[in-house]
């Protein structure tokens, strides 16, 4: 059983630039949630993919856009980077199913840093 | 919308003491509730959960107790030991299928030999 992994392990960007980062699903897990986790904060819902769609969002601007792949791999893509935006991005993938639905596992995260 | 609060922010105990930590949710609807623990450098990992048809949870040294009621739980670690040094987060959802999971802003616990 392989587990959440996440790419790239770092990335520095400069103000205005565009970013793609990328998650595969714990096997078996068909849900996959991104998080947002400033230094010395817990993580911030973004938003949620299920069947290909997005399944919840929280309190992010519409610069942060995701994808999710029919393997259940998924992207978080972000616009016009703003320097807030440096923080460590989680994926995390879930069953999706009644019994463990919101059982998360974590990959190792992204490390954005935004100059 | 939904907020979980977290206290205290920082817990220092001396190895083989007991710590707890605290939370309070908003949504009345939440019913799981999942504690996660984060090394210096590494992944949130799970180390326990509970779900609201049941008060209490226990799992060798660790417990989670729950009041829905009041809207809070709590994590109980006994017999502290220096690995258990770490930053936990507690989180809470609805539960049902494919909902989200809001977590608290994390309690820095650190195990003094």
């Known amino acids: 059983e392989t587990g959440v992994t996440q790419s790239p392990t770092h990335l520095i960007k400069t103000r205005g630039q565009q970013v793609t980062l990328r998650c595969s699903s714990q096997s078996g897990h068909n849900t996959v949630s991104w998080y947002q986790q400033a230094l010395g904060q817990g993580p911030q819902f973004i938003f949620q993919y299920y069947r290909e769609e997005e399944n919840g969002r929280g309190n992010f601007p519409p610069r942060f856009s995701g994808l999710q792949f029919p393997n259940y791999s998924s992207e978080l893509n972000v616009n016009a980077l703003e320097l807030d935006d440096s923080a460590l991005y989680l994926c995390?993938?879930?069953?999706?199913?009644?019994?463990?639905?919101?059982?998360?596992?974590f990959g190792a995260g992204s490390r954005l840093t935004v100059l | 919308g939904e907020n979980v609060e977290q206290h205290p922010s920082t817990l220092s105990v001396q190895e083989g003491d007991s710590a707890v930590i605290k939370c309070t949710y908003s949504d009345s609807a939440s019913n799981y509730f999942p504690w996660y623990k984060q090394e210096l450098g590494k992944r949130p990992q799970l180390i326990i959960d509970?779900?609201?048809?049941?008060g209490e949870k226990k799992d060798q040294r660790i417990a989670v107790t729950l009041n829905k009621t009041a809207k809070h739980f709590s994590l109980h670690i006994t017999e502290t030991q220096p690995e258990d040094s770490a930053v936990y987060f507690c989180a809470a959802s609805r539960g049902t299928s494919y909902d989200k999971v809001i977590f608290g802003p994390g309690t820095s616990l650190s195990v003094i030999p």
């Open positions: 509970i779900r609201s048809n049941v």
């Open positions: 995390a993938s879930s069953p999706g199913q009644t019994s463990g639905a919101n059982v998360l596992t």
